[in-house]
């Protein structure tokens, strides 16, 4: 049998973030990364999948890369696929699910796809652990076949929900914004502990709460399960070492300068039961404002909103007085750089203060948004030439 111990892994993100993600997997300690668009591949241990999980802030899954060949008709699909290993990694009583994706492919029907990969999973299953019927009644295996250009890819999923599926969020806001969205823009920011953050309209205060997480190095999975702390392919001392090491890893809280408010009451109610489920109640200081008592302090910072975007056409008004309102807040107060995520691209038109420094396309789910990047009155960053360079992309 083949060593097991190295195996292939893919770390998938929204597109516009893998930048980020593969800093965080640098940071984490990995080297030789392949990066693609929504992806990236590297070489790894099966000990290594807990720490990823458990660490990673701004990605979406983890997987196990198992195969990619060419599939232009269902007999290469099926035959490639049951010609893998899949007893090395699936057990006799495994929940089987598959599910699958098709662009510019000949194979194009998901359905037909994902039901040829399963009957190719279950024939060499049942050949190697010799027996005619699978009772899937264990653990859920999640196979995804992806196929791009008539290349097919398997992967097998290590996450199970989703990561940006911290736990600690009970009230979403309006329109949520992704926890590992929310982690993104801090670390694309030129924000650090040392500087105030502030949002304005915090809504159920995600962005600022992975701030102060990232400030105390609060592992953003230490507190939720993973589909594969059930696989016996794992050994529970990973898990357990790598969660005792994240504990170990926290940096005391209560120094922090970060702030947000929202016209809502009950928001701000939200605000403060997230913070407590995250561990961060003592670093964050929430309070009930409408946006126009607000005032800047003189001592500069920076600030990362999400604003309210009305879809609605009788909402749009309302939103963009709110877009008039902060180019008069910034005008009043000096010093500080505005990171600005919103659907709505008529945002630089009502924020005359400076052009943009920097737009990012971005999507929050499947919504496209942009990020629009302000830095402070001098058109510069507040931090210095070495932290933007190592901030850069």
């Known amino acids: 049998m083949r060593d097991m111990n190295k195996i292939a892994l893919m770390v998938t993100s929204a597109f516009g973030l893998e930048a980020v993600v593969k800093r965080e997997l640098q940071t984490l300690g990995f080297k030789d990364l392949i990066v693609l668009d929504g992806k990236i591949e590297f070489q790894a241990t099966l000990e290594d999948i807990p720490m990823l999980n458990i660490w990673l802030r701004s990605a979406d899954r983890v997987l196990l890369?198992?195969?990619?060949?060419?599939?232009?008709?269902?007999?290469?699909?099926?035959?490639?696929?049951?010609?893998?290993?899949?007893?090395?990694?699936i057990p006799k009583d495994a929940k089987i699910t598959v599910i699958g994706k098709s662009v510019k492919s000949t194979l194009k029907s998901l359905r037909a796809n994902q039901s040829i990969v399963k009957?190719?999973?279950?024939?060499?299953?049942?050949?190697?652990?010799?027996?005619?019927?699978?009772?899937?009644?264990?653990?859920?295996?999640?196979?995804?076949?992806?196929?791009?250009?008539?290349?097919?890819?398997?992967?097998?999923?290590?996450?199970?929900?989703?990561?940006?599926?911290?736990?600690?969020?009970?009230?979403?806001?309006?329109?949520?914004?992704?926890?590992?969205?929310?982690?993104?823009?801090?670390?694309?920011?030129f924000w650090n502990k040392d500087k105030p953050l502030m949002d304005p309209m915090c809504g159920a205060g995600t962005?600022?709460?992975?701030?102060?997480?990232?400030?105390?190095?609060?592992?953003?999975?230490?507190?939720?399960?993973f589909i594969s702390e059930k696989w016996p392919l794992i050994d529970q001392a990973a898990w357990s070492n790598a969660r005792l090491s994240a504990r170990a890893a926290i940096n005391p809280g209560g120094t922090l300068q970060i702030s947000g408010y929202d016209i809502s009451a009950d928001r701000i109610k939200g605000c403060l039961r997230n913070a407590?489920?995250?561990g961060v109640e003592t670093d964050i200081v929430f309070m009930q404002k409408d946006i126009n008592d607000l005032r800047l302090p003189q001592t500069g910072g920076i600030m990362i909103t999400n604003p309210p975007y009305g879809v609605k056409l009788s909402n749009i008004e309302e939103v963009r007085s709110i877009y008039r309102r902060m180019d008069q807040l910034f005008r009043e107060g000096e010093g500080w750089s505005l990171y600005l995520l919103t659907a709505d691209k008529k945002f630089p038109e009502y924020f005359k203060r400076m052009r943009p420094s920097r737009v990012r396309k971005l999507y929050n789910g499947t919504l496209q948004v942009n990020l629009y990047q302000y830095f402070d009155s001098a058109g510069k960053p507040i931090l210095n030439a070495n932290d933007r360079e190592s901030n850069a992309d």
């Open 65 to 89: 890369k198992l195969a990619e060949f060419k599939a232009e008709d269902f007999d290469q699909l099926f035959d490639q696929t049951k010609a893998l290993p899949w007893d090395h990694w």
């Open 119 to 189: 009957k190719a999973i279950v024939e060499q299953l049942k050949r190697k652990y010799h027996t005619e019927w699978l009772p899937e009644t264990g653990t859920e295996y999640t196979i995804q076949v992806s196929i791009l250009k008539d290349v097919a890819e398997l992967t097998l999923d290590t996450s199970g929900l989703g990561l940006h599926k911290r736990g600690y969020r009970e009230d979403k806001g309006e329109v949520p914004l992704r926890e590992n969205l929310a982690a993104a823009l801090v670390l694309l920011s």
């Open 207 to 225: 962005i600022l709460i992975e701030a102060a997480m990232i400030a105390r190095n609060i592992a953003p999975g230490l507190k939720r399960e």
């Open 276 to 278: 407590k489920n995250a």
